[in-house]
């Protein structure tokens, strides 16, 4: 199987933390959306093109991820367009089709044309379900509006939704990161993803702290939050299948497991990566020169080979991040002895497991992910 990533990046203000490329220049959004419909003809051999058979299953893509930015800004017209260039370009047979929504952007109208379009997942970026935290992010929708889209969706049909969840606010409490976690739960939804506040070089987030206009919550307190993070949604029949993501049984993100379980992708748009085991592209980070190049039928990427030990550290950083870890057998044997030897000491002090062919983080692991992380790599 493969995937498939598209890059949106429109968004009517931009949130103080993110570090994704993203524009408020609304007013390109024609001529981007048929740019990404020119890529998608001039790479739709990428994925067979590095295969050793053009007709291998490897080539078709299983999984479609429309993300930005904020995809919901698009207009019907543009959606359609999109999807048409997928469906006459690629060689798809989607199980999942995700995409991502704002709560204030979610009418009946946009429900209405996700369902037309087969759009079966929508993950959308709740953050808190406090209002004045929320004004601190630069969010434009109110805590209220995230049930409202949620109860639209269903009203459409679309029984798949995701909700993303910050936590680590400057001043945060843990009962009141309990508290959203509650309202998260009481939403019936399928799948949750909560990260931790993250001051990113660029954003406006990261001047402020730079100015000292605020301060970075203390880390033990950060770690009782995600703590209690697992313990909440775990105990409410949620299951903690990657370092920041929960699902319910059979709702976990197919798309975003494909990162981690070395599945080939490919992305469109401005910013774009994609992946083909062999090696990684990233298109420019300027809209603009997107827009320019591809109307000279010319995708302007950077490009990287991926050798034998930047491929195993490719694994080590992205499958341990997941309950299942990593599957020994799929490395070579110069690569099972090195990790083994270097996981050793983590084994003995119980943050890594090794067991049924798999080596991973146990509970006490996820804390210190980063520093074993580090530790697993070749250098």
Excluded at 322 to 351: F, N, P
Aim: hydrophobic share 35%; net charge negative.
């Amino acid at each position: 199987m493969a995937g498939l990533y598209v890059h949106i990046p429109f968004c009517a203000t931009r949130c103080s933390y993110c570090g994704f490329y993203s524009t408020t220049k609304l007013d390109l959004q024609d001529r981007y959306v048929d740019s990404l419909c020119c890529e998608i003809a001039l790479r739709k051999e990428y994925l067979s093109s590095y295969s050793t058979d053009s007709k291998a299953a490897n080539t078709i893509i299983r999984t479609i991820y429309i993300g930005g930015g904020t995809p919901s800004q698009l207009s019907r017209y543009s959606l359609e367009k999109l999807f048409h260039a997928i469906d006459t370009y690629l060689e798809c047979s989607p199980e999942e089709v995700t995409m991502e929504v704002n709560p204030d952007d979610v009418t009946n109208d946009l429900a209405e044309t996700i369902s037309a379009l087969h759009i079966n997942r929508v993950s959308m970026g709740a953050q808190t379900f406090d209002d004045n935290r929320l004004k601190f992010l630069n969010r434009r929708h109110k805590s209220f509006q995230v049930k409202r889209a949620i109860d639209i969706l269903h009203e459409h049909g679309v029984g798949n939704i995701s909700i993303d969840l910050m936590f680590g606010f400057p001043g945060q409490t843990c009962d009141s990161w309990k508290e959203d976690v509650r309202r998260a739960i009481s939403l019936d939804i399928q799948h949750i993803s909560a990260y931790s506040l993250m001051y990113e070089e660029g954003t406006r987030l990261y001047r402020m702290l730079k100015e000292n206009m605020i301060k970075e919550i203390d880390e033990e307190v950060s770690l009782n939050m995600y703590n209690e993070l697992i313990n909440i949604l775990c105990d409410a029949g949620y299951e903690h299948y990657e370092i920041s993501n929960f699902a319910k049984k059979g709702y976990r993100a197919q798309h975003n497991s494909s990162y981690w379980h070395d599945i080939p992708y490919l992305g469109i748009g401005v910013a774009a990566h994609s992946y083909n085991i062999k090696s990684r592209q990233w298109n420019v980070s300027d809209i603009n020169k997107y827009i320019e190049s591809i109307s000279h039928d010319t995708v302007p990427f950077t490009f990287e080979s991926i050798d034998a030990d930047t491929h195993y550290n490719d694994i080590v950083t992205t499958e341990l991040r997941t309950s299942e870890g990593i599957d020994l057998s799929r490395l070579d044997d110069k690569y099972v002895q090195y990790i083994v030897k270097q996981a050793a000491r983590h084994v003995a002090d119980k943050t890594v497991d090794i067991n049924d062919g798999h080596l991973k983080l146990t509970r006490e692991g996820l804390y210190i992910s980063d520093m074993i992380m580090s530790d697993l790599m070749k250098v």
